[in-house]
Each structure stands twice: as C-alpha cells, then as structure tokens.
C-alpha cells in the first residue's frame, strides 16, 4: 500500500494517506515475483540488521530518525521509509510519533523572553 505524506511548515507530519496504489516494495515485486528489493541508499544510516547488498527482510530494524534528518528527506523518501516500517509490520503513526517527539518544541525560540 502506498503511503502519501503531508507536512506542516515545521516539517511536522500533518496526515499520512494510504491509497491502493503499490509502495516501492510491491511494485519491485511485481517486476521481480518472489524478491524483495535492496535498501535504498538514503535509508542505510536509518537501519539496524541490514546488510548492504542484500535483499531488504522483515528483521530490519528502523531507527528513529533525527529531525535535522526528516527535514532533509524529500516527501517521496519519507513516504518510502514509512513504507518500509510497515513492510515490516511497525505502524507508520507510531513511528512519526516517536520521531517527532524528538523534535524541539520551540526552535525558533519564539516563546522564550
């Protein structure tokens, strides 16, 4: 299932969208019956029991990412790593949650006198 992302303007997650199109996975899959596709290089940094070169397994471990992070992915990219955790049968929203739990309150200090 594709996922779809729509960010605030403090890169916050605002609602993610699920549709009937495939993700990433699937659609290699449809190509490649029975294989499952290697990890993106902008997700290696982001995992935990991958071994590049190697087709992607439902053991991978998604690290929370850092917010400096998330704000450099492009809108496609954050939709394929949410794609990826639940591929491997996390929740897409509990993996936001955590994610932006890290992320400062008030970066611009605005609130601080």
Known sequence: ??????????????????????????????VNPQKLPLLPNFMLPFVNWYIVGEPITKNIEIIPISGQQWQKLTNSERAELLELVEFTGKN????????????????DFSKRK
Do not use: C, G
Request: glycine share 0%.
């Open 92 to 107: 897409a929203e509990d993996y936001v949650r955590e994610l932006q739990s890290h992320f400062p309150r008030d970066p």
């Open 1 to 30: 299932m594709k996922l779809t992302i729509k960010i605030n303007d403090k890169y916050r997650v605002a609602d993610i969208e699920r549709d009937d199109k495939p993700s990433w996975i699937e659609k290699y899959q449809q």
